[in-house]
């Protein structure tokens, strides 16, 4: 994880996410304490997916929730929010509806594309679906589900601000190269 993280890094990554949906609590705080010590060696902000106590434990710059996991306007009650980054999955268009879409810094498009590493979602948006939530929010979109070379471009022109990447550089036999030529093709 870390020799990965760190070849991501120097390929262009500008901020690491960990998602850990199947370990205890206490896995899921040594793996966030040991990426935490490269991320802020790289000056590169942690998120922690969808746990508030691994998020404090090791100030994490931020934390990343889905519509069944615990709101956002609950994490700004108990978190000291300030400088801290909260993002919020959009897996039904009503949830741009609902008050939490205030507590959130940015909204991830979940899944763009049908992916392996995000079984537990409801709704495939497709390109239309970004550019049907970019014409209803103005918050940052970050889309999320097989983002590929590819796709990046069609992706981003359809209103995402940003991608999330897995497989792309995680299952790459050279994750710097492929963050590197990810980070290039959204550059330009």
């Known amino acids: ?25 206490e896995l899921f705080f040594e793996k966030a304490i040991a990426l935490k010590k490269l991320t802020d060696y790289y000056q590169i902000p942690l998120i922690i997916n969808d746990n508030l106590r691994v998020a404090e434990k090791t100030d994490a710059a931020g934390i990343h929730v889905g519509n069944s996991d615990l709101a956002p306007s609950i994490i700004d009650q108990r978190w000291n929010k300030t400088k801290k980054i909260v993002g919020y999955s959009i897996e039904y268009l009503h949830q741009l509806e609902k008050e939490e879409i205030e507590f959130s810094d940015y909204l991830g498009i979940s899944p763009v594309f049908t992916t392996f590493t995000k079984v537990d979602t409801v709704t ?3 390109l239309s679906g970004i550019e049907k ?7 940052p979109l970050v889309a999320i589900g097989r983002m590929q070379l590819d796709n990046v471009k069609n992706v981003l022109n359809a209103g995402a601000d940003s991608i999330a990447v897995v497989s792309a550089i995680c299952a790459a036999d050279n994750p710097e190269k492929a963050a590197y030529m990810l980070k290039n093709e959204i550059l330009r």
């Open 1 to 25: 994880m870390l020799w990965v993280a760190e070849k991501a890094i120097k390929g262009g990554v500008d901020i690491i996410q960990l998602r850990e949906k199947n370990t205890s609590d």
């Open 124 to 126: 495939q948006w497709g």
């Open 133 to 139: 939530i970019r014409s209803l929010t103005k918050k």
